[in-house]
Protein backbone atom coordinates (compact mmCIF):
# COMPACT_ATOMS: atom_id res chain seq x y z
CA UNK A 1 0.00 0.00 0.00
CA UNK A 2 1.67 3.51 -0.92
CA UNK A 3 1.97 6.06 1.57
CA UNK A 4 -0.62 8.16 -0.22
CA UNK A 5 -3.45 5.70 -0.08
CA UNK A 6 -2.63 5.37 3.33
CA UNK A 7 -3.41 8.21 4.66
CA UNK A 8 -6.39 8.55 2.50
CA UNK A 9 -8.11 5.81 3.87
CA UNK A 10 -7.98 6.88 7.38
CA UNK A 11 -10.59 9.07 9.34
CA UNK A 12 -9.93 12.74 10.11
CA UNK A 13 -8.67 14.36 12.75
CA UNK A 14 -10.68 16.53 14.73
CA UNK A 15 -8.72 19.99 16.02
CA UNK A 16 -8.15 18.66 19.24
CA UNK A 17 -6.32 15.48 18.10
CA UNK A 18 -4.81 17.85 15.32
CA UNK A 19 -2.88 20.43 18.06
CA UNK A 20 -1.59 16.72 19.69
CA UNK A 21 -0.32 15.33 16.72
CA UNK A 22 1.13 18.86 15.62
CA UNK A 23 3.05 18.95 19.14
CA UNK A 24 4.21 15.10 19.16
CA UNK A 25 5.75 16.30 15.46
CA UNK A 26 7.43 19.34 17.17
CA UNK A 27 9.18 17.52 20.05
CA UNK A 28 10.30 14.77 17.58
CA UNK A 29 11.76 17.60 15.13
CA UNK A 30 13.62 19.40 18.01
CA UNK A 31 15.24 16.22 18.63
CA UNK A 32 15.94 15.54 14.87
CA UNK A 33 17.68 19.06 14.78
CA UNK A 34 19.57 18.15 17.57
CA UNK A 35 20.65 15.48 16.62
CA UNK A 36 21.91 16.42 13.40
CA UNK A 37 19.08 15.77 10.95
CA UNK A 38 18.81 11.69 11.26
CA UNK A 39 17.56 9.83 13.64
CA UNK A 40 17.00 6.15 13.98
CA UNK A 41 13.46 4.69 13.39
CA UNK A 42 13.99 3.03 16.86
CA UNK A 43 14.14 6.37 18.34
CA UNK A 44 11.40 7.89 16.46
CA UNK A 45 9.26 5.10 17.38
CA UNK A 46 10.38 5.22 21.12
CA UNK A 47 9.23 8.86 20.94
CA UNK A 48 5.81 8.41 19.03
CA UNK A 49 4.92 6.01 21.32
CA UNK A 50 6.40 6.58 25.00
CA UNK A 51 7.33 10.71 25.06
CA UNK A 52 6.08 11.65 28.42
CA UNK A 53 3.09 13.73 27.85
CA UNK A 54 2.65 13.02 24.15
CA UNK A 55 3.43 9.59 22.93
CA UNK A 56 0.59 7.19 22.10
CA UNK A 57 1.00 4.93 25.30
CA UNK A 58 1.73 8.50 27.62
CA UNK A 59 -1.24 10.42 26.79
CA UNK A 60 -4.40 10.39 27.21
CA UNK A 61 -6.44 8.35 24.10
CA UNK A 62 -8.87 5.73 23.70
CA UNK A 63 -6.74 2.64 22.40
CA UNK A 64 -8.37 -0.38 23.23
CA UNK A 65 -12.13 -1.63 21.97
CA UNK A 66 -14.62 -0.52 19.46
CA UNK A 67 -14.04 2.76 20.30
CA UNK A 68 -10.50 2.91 19.98
CA UNK A 69 -7.55 1.72 17.30
CA UNK A 70 -7.11 -2.30 17.89
CA UNK A 71 -8.89 -5.22 19.57
CA UNK A 72 -6.97 -7.19 21.54
CA UNK A 73 -7.89 -10.95 22.21
CA UNK A 74 -8.82 -9.94 26.27
CA UNK A 75 -10.78 -7.32 24.76
CA UNK A 76 -12.64 -9.59 22.32
CA UNK A 77 -13.55 -11.88 24.36
CA UNK A 78 -13.59 -13.68 27.85
CA UNK A 79 -13.09 -16.73 26.51
CA UNK A 80 -9.12 -15.94 26.13
CA UNK A 81 -8.96 -15.00 29.35
CA UNK A 82 -10.72 -17.53 31.14
CA UNK A 83 -8.39 -20.23 29.07
CA UNK A 84 -5.48 -18.75 30.17
CA UNK A 85 -6.24 -18.63 33.80
CA UNK A 86 -6.31 -22.57 33.54
CA UNK A 87 -2.52 -22.46 32.10
CA UNK A 88 -1.92 -20.34 35.34
CA UNK A 89 -3.56 -22.07 37.83
CA UNK A 90 -1.48 -25.23 36.77
CA UNK A 91 1.64 -23.38 37.02
CA UNK A 92 0.81 -21.94 40.27
CA UNK A 93 -0.33 -25.28 41.33
CA UNK A 94 3.58 -26.03 41.44
CA UNK A 95 4.73 -22.77 41.85
CA UNK A 96 2.94 -20.55 44.17
CA UNK A 97 3.45 -17.28 44.04
CA UNK A 98 1.86 -14.86 41.62
CA UNK A 99 1.09 -13.29 38.70
CA UNK A 100 2.64 -10.20 37.01
CA UNK A 101 0.97 -8.79 34.06
CA UNK A 102 2.80 -6.78 31.48
CA UNK A 103 1.08 -4.24 29.64
CA UNK A 104 -2.44 -4.95 30.89
CA UNK A 105 -5.15 -2.77 28.84
CA UNK A 106 -7.97 -1.71 30.07
CA UNK A 107 -7.90 -4.34 32.86
CA UNK A 108 -10.32 -6.92 31.20
CA UNK A 109 -7.64 -9.95 31.09
CA UNK A 110 -6.54 -8.98 34.73
CA UNK A 111 -10.38 -9.61 35.67
CA UNK A 112 -10.97 -12.24 34.28
CA UNK A 113 -8.01 -14.36 35.15
CA UNK A 114 -8.68 -13.30 38.82
CA UNK A 115 -12.40 -14.51 38.32
CA UNK A 116 -11.59 -18.01 36.43
CA UNK A 117 -8.59 -18.49 39.04
CA UNK A 118 -10.98 -18.01 42.09
CA UNK A 119 -13.34 -20.36 40.49
CA UNK A 120 -10.57 -23.23 40.43
CA UNK A 121 -9.79 -22.62 43.82
CA UNK A 122 -6.15 -20.85 43.15
CA UNK A 123 -5.53 -17.52 43.33
CA UNK A 124 -2.63 -15.66 43.68
CA UNK A 125 -0.79 -14.28 46.47
CA UNK A 126 -0.63 -11.06 44.10
CA UNK A 127 -1.67 -9.54 41.14
CA UNK A 128 0.69 -7.06 39.67
CA UNK A 129 0.38 -5.20 37.00
CA UNK A 130 3.26 -2.69 35.08
CA UNK A 131 1.62 -0.28 33.12
CA UNK A 132 3.57 2.59 31.25
CA UNK A 133 0.49 4.80 30.10
CA UNK A 134 -1.35 6.92 32.37
CA UNK A 135 -5.06 6.33 31.00
CA UNK A 136 -4.80 2.80 30.83
CA UNK A 137 -3.92 2.62 34.65
CA UNK A 138 -6.94 4.17 35.29
CA UNK A 139 -9.15 1.83 33.33
CA UNK A 140 -7.83 -0.71 34.76
CA UNK A 141 -8.26 0.39 38.46
CA UNK A 142 -12.01 1.14 37.38
CA UNK A 143 -12.18 -2.27 36.13
CA UNK A 144 -10.53 -3.74 38.93
CA UNK A 145 -12.65 -1.90 41.35
CA UNK A 146 -15.91 -3.14 40.39
CA UNK A 147 -14.92 -6.59 41.15
CA UNK A 148 -15.53 -7.87 44.12
CA UNK A 149 -13.35 -7.43 47.33
CA UNK A 150 -11.33 -10.58 47.80
CA UNK A 151 -10.02 -10.08 44.31
CA UNK A 152 -9.47 -6.45 44.12
CA UNK A 153 -7.52 -6.53 47.47
CA UNK A 154 -5.13 -8.77 45.59
CA UNK A 155 -4.32 -6.22 42.40
CA UNK A 156 -1.41 -3.73 42.79
CA UNK A 157 0.30 -1.58 40.29
CA UNK A 158 3.70 -1.10 39.79
CA UNK A 159 6.38 1.77 38.65
CA UNK A 160 8.82 -0.89 37.47
CA UNK A 161 9.74 -4.17 37.63
CA UNK A 162 9.59 -5.95 41.06
CA UNK A 163 12.95 -5.84 42.84
CA UNK A 164 12.71 -9.16 44.00
CA UNK A 165 12.46 -12.49 42.04
CA UNK A 166 8.38 -13.71 41.75
CA UNK A 167 7.52 -16.94 41.76
CA UNK A 168 4.41 -17.68 39.71
CA UNK A 169 3.48 -16.38 35.86
CA UNK A 170 4.46 -13.49 34.13
CA UNK A 171 2.04 -12.63 31.26
CA UNK A 172 2.62 -10.49 28.25
CA UNK A 173 -0.23 -9.90 26.29
CA UNK A 174 1.06 -7.70 22.88
CA UNK A 175 3.78 -6.19 24.90
CA UNK A 176 6.93 -7.51 22.70
CA UNK A 177 5.13 -5.92 19.35
CA UNK A 178 5.12 -2.57 21.08
CA UNK A 179 8.99 -2.87 22.00
CA UNK A 180 10.84 -0.04 19.52
CA UNK A 181 12.74 -1.78 16.82
CA UNK A 182 15.17 -0.89 13.87
CA UNK A 183 14.93 -1.29 10.30
CA UNK A 184 17.14 -1.78 7.60
CA UNK A 185 16.87 -1.83 3.87
CA UNK A 186 19.19 -3.89 1.62
CA UNK A 187 21.55 -2.15 -1.01
CA UNK A 188 23.87 -4.41 -3.28
CA UNK A 189 23.85 -7.28 -1.08
CA UNK A 190 25.25 -4.52 2.04
CA UNK A 191 22.62 -3.54 4.69
CA UNK A 192 22.00 0.27 5.04
CA UNK A 193 19.84 1.21 8.09
CA UNK A 194 16.45 3.41 7.56
CA UNK A 195 16.19 6.21 10.10
CA UNK A 196 14.48 9.15 9.57
CA UNK A 197 14.68 12.74 8.46
CA UNK A 198 12.14 15.91 7.54
CA UNK A 199 11.24 16.47 3.82
CA UNK A 200 11.57 19.63 2.39
CA UNK A 201 7.95 20.60 3.25
CA UNK A 202 8.83 19.40 7.27
CA UNK A 203 7.16 16.49 7.12
CA UNK A 204 9.17 13.09 8.31
CA UNK A 205 10.51 10.76 5.57
CA UNK A 206 12.39 7.64 5.46
CA UNK A 207 16.35 8.22 5.30
CA UNK A 208 19.22 5.78 4.53
CA UNK A 209 22.53 5.62 6.80
CA UNK A 210 25.52 3.48 7.44
CA UNK A 211 24.09 0.45 9.90
CA UNK A 212 25.65 1.18 13.52
CA UNK A 213 27.79 -1.70 14.71
CA UNK A 214 24.86 -3.59 16.87
CA UNK A 215 22.12 -3.40 13.73
CA UNK A 216 24.93 -4.40 10.94
CA UNK A 217 26.25 -8.02 12.97
CA UNK A 218 22.20 -8.30 14.13
CA UNK A 219 21.66 -8.31 10.58
CA UNK A 220 24.55 -10.97 9.81
CA UNK A 221 23.08 -13.17 12.31
CA UNK A 222 19.46 -13.46 11.26
CA UNK A 223 20.14 -13.04 7.62
CA UNK A 224 23.53 -15.42 7.32
CA UNK A 225 23.91 -16.88 4.06
CA UNK A 226 20.72 -15.39 2.85
CA UNK A 227 21.77 -11.80 2.87
CA UNK A 228 22.81 -12.04 -0.86
CA UNK A 229 20.35 -13.63 -2.03
CA UNK A 230 17.09 -10.95 -1.01
CA UNK A 231 16.50 -8.91 -4.06
CA UNK A 232 17.63 -5.35 -3.85
CA UNK A 233 15.36 -2.90 -1.82
CA UNK A 234 13.98 -5.64 0.45
CA UNK A 235 13.07 -4.08 4.08
CA UNK A 236 12.36 -5.65 7.23
CA UNK A 237 12.81 -4.83 10.98
CA UNK A 238 15.30 -5.90 14.02
CA UNK A 239 14.75 -5.74 17.78
CA UNK A 240 17.49 -4.62 19.63
CA UNK A 241 15.53 -4.48 22.49
CA UNK A 242 14.47 -7.76 22.81
CA UNK A 243 17.15 -9.63 24.53
CA UNK A 244 17.25 -6.80 27.39
CA UNK A 245 13.92 -7.28 27.84
CA UNK A 246 14.06 -10.88 28.09
CA UNK A 247 17.22 -10.93 30.12
CA UNK A 248 15.13 -8.21 32.71
CA UNK A 249 12.30 -10.56 32.79
CA UNK A 250 14.20 -13.56 33.28
CA UNK A 251 15.53 -11.44 36.65
CA UNK A 252 12.33 -11.33 37.95
CA UNK A 253 11.94 -15.11 38.20
CA UNK A 254 12.32 -16.76 40.72
CA UNK A 255 10.33 -20.00 39.36
CA UNK A 256 7.63 -20.17 37.33
CA UNK A 257 6.69 -19.48 33.62
CA UNK A 258 7.24 -16.11 31.29
CA UNK A 259 4.17 -16.47 29.12
CA UNK A 260 4.52 -14.22 25.73
CA UNK A 261 1.23 -14.15 23.65
CA UNK A 262 1.87 -11.90 20.36
CA UNK A 263 1.52 -11.97 16.48
CA UNK A 264 4.97 -13.07 15.26
CA UNK A 265 7.08 -15.81 13.25
CA UNK A 266 9.77 -18.15 13.46
CA UNK A 267 12.79 -16.15 11.85
CA UNK A 268 13.02 -18.23 8.58
CA UNK A 269 9.46 -17.10 8.42
CA UNK A 270 9.94 -13.73 9.15
CA UNK A 271 13.19 -12.94 6.68
CA UNK A 272 11.21 -15.08 3.98
CA UNK A 273 12.69 -13.14 0.90
CA UNK A 274 8.55 -13.04 -0.31
CA UNK A 275 7.70 -10.60 3.04
CA UNK A 276 10.07 -8.04 0.95
CA UNK A 277 8.19 -4.93 3.03
CA UNK A 278 8.82 -6.31 6.55
CA UNK A 279 5.85 -6.02 8.55
CA UNK A 280 5.80 -2.57 10.43
CA UNK A 281 2.02 -1.87 11.50
CA UNK A 282 0.34 0.88 12.66
CA UNK A 283 -2.94 1.47 14.09
CA UNK A 284 -5.80 3.74 13.84
CA UNK A 285 -9.49 3.74 14.86
CA UNK A 286 -9.68 -0.14 14.17
CA UNK A 287 -7.19 0.61 10.73
CA UNK A 288 -4.34 -1.26 10.29
CA UNK A 289 -1.84 0.69 7.80
CA UNK A 290 1.87 1.33 7.05
CA UNK A 291 2.56 4.53 7.22
CA UNK A 292 4.45 5.68 10.63
CA UNK A 293 4.61 9.10 9.91
CA UNK A 294 1.28 10.27 10.49
CA UNK A 295 -1.34 10.31 13.32
CA UNK A 296 1.83 10.78 15.64
CA UNK A 297 0.41 10.31 18.86
CA UNK A 298 -2.78 8.90 18.22
CA UNK A 299 -1.77 5.87 16.87
CA UNK A 300 -0.18 2.65 17.60
CA UNK A 301 3.22 1.42 15.62
CA UNK A 302 4.31 -2.34 15.80
CA UNK A 303 6.15 -4.37 14.56
CA UNK A 304 5.69 -8.48 14.62
CA UNK A 305 7.96 -10.85 16.58
CA UNK A 306 11.05 -12.85 15.70
CA UNK A 307 10.48 -15.40 18.04
CA UNK A 308 13.65 -17.24 17.18
CA UNK A 309 15.00 -14.30 18.99
CA UNK A 310 12.88 -14.51 21.72
CA UNK A 311 14.31 -17.66 22.04
CA UNK A 312 17.90 -17.05 21.63
CA UNK A 313 17.24 -13.73 24.32
CA UNK A 314 15.77 -16.56 26.60
CA UNK A 315 18.39 -19.11 26.49
CA UNK A 316 21.41 -16.34 27.08
CA UNK A 317 18.87 -15.22 30.27
CA UNK A 318 19.02 -18.70 31.78
CA UNK A 319 15.89 -19.80 31.00
CA UNK A 320 14.27 -22.57 28.86
CA UNK A 321 11.27 -22.19 25.82
CA UNK A 322 9.23 -24.70 27.37
CA UNK A 323 6.30 -24.29 24.92
CA UNK A 324 5.66 -22.41 21.72
CA UNK A 325 2.50 -23.11 19.82
CA UNK A 326 -0.22 -21.19 17.66
CA UNK A 327 -3.02 -19.38 19.31
CA UNK A 328 -5.29 -21.54 17.95
CA UNK A 329 -4.10 -24.75 19.18
CA UNK A 330 -2.71 -23.17 22.83
CA UNK A 331 -6.19 -21.79 23.29
CA UNK A 332 -8.09 -25.24 22.48
CA UNK A 333 -5.51 -27.25 24.68
CA UNK A 334 -6.88 -25.12 27.47
CA UNK A 335 -10.44 -26.24 26.67
CA UNK A 336 -11.79 -23.54 24.35
CA UNK A 337 -14.66 -25.51 23.25
CA UNK A 338 -15.65 -26.85 26.73
CA UNK A 339 -15.78 -23.07 27.52
CA UNK A 340 -18.20 -22.38 24.72
CA UNK A 341 -20.52 -25.79 25.50
CA UNK A 342 -20.94 -25.04 28.67
CA UNK A 343 -23.11 -21.89 28.38
CA UNK A 344 -26.09 -21.48 30.07
CA UNK A 345 -28.25 -20.81 26.95
CA UNK A 346 -28.38 -20.72 23.47
CA UNK A 347 -27.85 -17.34 22.64
CA UNK A 348 -24.62 -17.35 24.95
CA UNK A 349 -23.31 -20.08 22.81
CA UNK A 350 -23.77 -18.63 19.87
CA UNK A 351 -22.16 -15.19 21.09
CA UNK A 352 -19.00 -17.20 22.14
CA UNK A 353 -19.13 -19.74 19.21
CA UNK A 354 -18.19 -16.83 17.36
CA UNK A 355 -15.81 -15.37 19.57
CA UNK A 356 -13.80 -18.14 19.81
CA UNK A 357 -13.93 -18.10 15.54
CA UNK A 358 -12.19 -14.94 15.88
CA UNK A 359 -9.50 -16.64 18.59
CA UNK A 360 -8.47 -19.63 16.46
CA UNK A 361 -9.54 -19.16 13.29
CA UNK A 362 -6.06 -18.58 11.02
CA UNK A 363 -7.73 -16.03 8.62
CA UNK A 364 -8.24 -14.21 12.37
CA UNK A 365 -5.84 -14.41 15.34
CA UNK A 366 -5.50 -18.27 14.72
CA UNK A 367 -2.36 -18.56 12.85
CA UNK A 368 -0.60 -14.99 13.10
CA UNK A 369 -0.55 -15.42 17.34
CA UNK A 370 1.76 -17.50 19.31
CA UNK A 371 1.84 -18.46 22.64
CA UNK A 372 5.45 -19.13 23.92
CA UNK A 373 6.34 -19.89 27.76
CA UNK A 374 9.78 -19.08 28.98
CA UNK A 375 10.63 -21.03 32.13
CA UNK A 376 12.91 -21.17 35.08
CA UNK A 377 12.68 -23.80 37.86
CA UNK A 378 9.84 -24.83 36.07
CA UNK A 379 9.50 -29.14 34.24
CA UNK A 380 5.78 -30.17 34.68
CA UNK A 381 4.18 -30.08 31.66
CA UNK A 382 2.31 -26.97 30.25
CA UNK A 383 -1.59 -27.79 28.98
CA UNK A 384 -1.70 -25.57 26.70
CA UNK A 385 1.19 -26.76 24.68
CA UNK A 386 -0.23 -30.55 24.53
CA UNK A 387 -1.82 -29.77 21.27
CA UNK A 388 1.32 -28.36 19.14
CA UNK A 389 4.67 -28.37 19.51
CA UNK A 390 6.68 -25.94 17.37
CA UNK A 391 9.72 -25.21 18.53
CA UNK A 392 11.45 -27.00 16.45
CA UNK A 393 10.78 -23.97 14.11
CA UNK A 394 12.38 -21.68 16.12
Known amino acids: MSVSAARSMLAALGPDERRHSEAVAAHIRAELAAAGGWLSFERFMELALYAPGLGYYSAGSVKLGPGGDFVTAPEMSELFGRCLARQCAGVLRETGGGILELGAGS ?9 ALESEGRLPDRYAILEVSADLAARQRARIAALAPRLRERVVWLERLPPAPLRGVILANEVADALPCRRFTLRGGSVRELGVRLAPDGSFQDAEAEPERALAAGCAAVLGGALR ?52 RCHFRQRAHEDPFVNLGLQDITAWVDFTRVAEAAHEAGLEVAGFATQAAFLLALGLEQEVAAAADIVTRSRLAGEARRL ?29 DLRRLL
Request: net charge negative; with cysteine; glycine share 10%.
Open 107 to 115: GALAATVLA
Open 229 to 280: ALADGYTSELNLRLAPWIRALGECLERGVLLLTDYGLPRAHYYHPQRSSGTL
Open 360 to 388: VMPEEMGEAFKAMALARGYDAPLAGFALQ
